[in-house]
């Protein structure tokens, strides 16, 4: 399946400090979704963000969707040690058999 | 919230045997489950779609002969490696999407990473 790309694939930044990740995608989207994933376990869903959306938060999330661009961004505010992960951001074709295409990810780590 | 389950979450296996590895869906039932395989830094690369009651669908370059994809309810699937290698060896996670659920949003198990000696 073709994969999206997230930019940047790494980051460090010290706590409280914002992340901005980024996502880009190839084909029309029925939504985006991000997950996180820390070492070696299994994904978490952080946020769903429908094609017909702009923006979404959720607690410290903040998600942006440009449609017109096929990109995404996911800020996380005030970041914490606990943070540090790998996040990746999936796509939801409008077609098909509706499973996900995920992006190559971005691992944060935050330092304390 | 809805959770799955993976089983066994951690397989070492010698070369040349057969592993199965099993995604339930605890409280909710799923009409499609998803196979992926992660390698080390790497994304999730989907493997396969099992529907409940059909024959999985497998993307592009997997071997179904390989991988046994058994789907045999609503709250179960099951992937078996036949003659597991070592290039076998990596993390397979499954989600599991609600029977109705508009959004598609699926929901993940915890991973089983298979190591082939």
């Known amino acids: 399946s073709q994969q999206g790309e997230e930019d940047p694939q790494a980051l460090s930044i010290q706590e409280g400090e914002n992340a901005t990740m980024n996502c880009s995608y190839k084909t029309s989207i029925n939504n985006l979704q991000w997950y996180r994933q820390n070492s070696g376990r299994g994904l978490v869903h952080l946020i769903l963000i429908r094609s017909n959306e702009r923006e979404k938060h959720s607690g410290r999330l903040r998600v942006t969707l440009d449609t017109s661009k096929k990109s995404s961004s996911l800020l996380i505010t005030a970041s914490r040690a606990a943070d540090t992960a790998s996040y990746f951001c999936?796509?939801?074709?409008?077609?098909?058999?509706?499973?996900?295409?995920f992006g190559s990810g971005t691992r944060l780590q935050v330092q304390p | 919230g809805a959770v799955v389950s993976q089983h066994p979450s951690r397989v070492i296996c010698k070369s040349g045997t057969s592993v199965k590895i099993e995604c339930r869906s605890l409280d909710f039932q799923a009409t499609t489950m998803f196979w992926y395989r992660q390698f080390p830094k790497q994304s999730l690369m989907l493997m396969a779609t099992s529907n409940e009651g059909s024959k999985a669908t497998y993307e592009q370059g997997v071997e179904k002969d390989k991988f046994l994809i058994n789907h045999a309810s609503l709250t179960l699937s099951t992937l078996t490696v036949t003659s597991a290698h070592p290039e076998d060896s990596s993390f397979y996670i499954c989600?599991?999407?609600?029977?109705?659920?508009?959004?598609?949003?699926?929901?993940f198990g915890p991973g089983t990473r298979l190591t082939v000696l």
């Open positions: 999936a796509t939801d074709k409008d077609t098909g058999r509706r499973a996900l295409t």
């Open positions: 989600s599991a999407r609600e029977h109705i659920s508009s959004y598609n949003e699926q929901f």
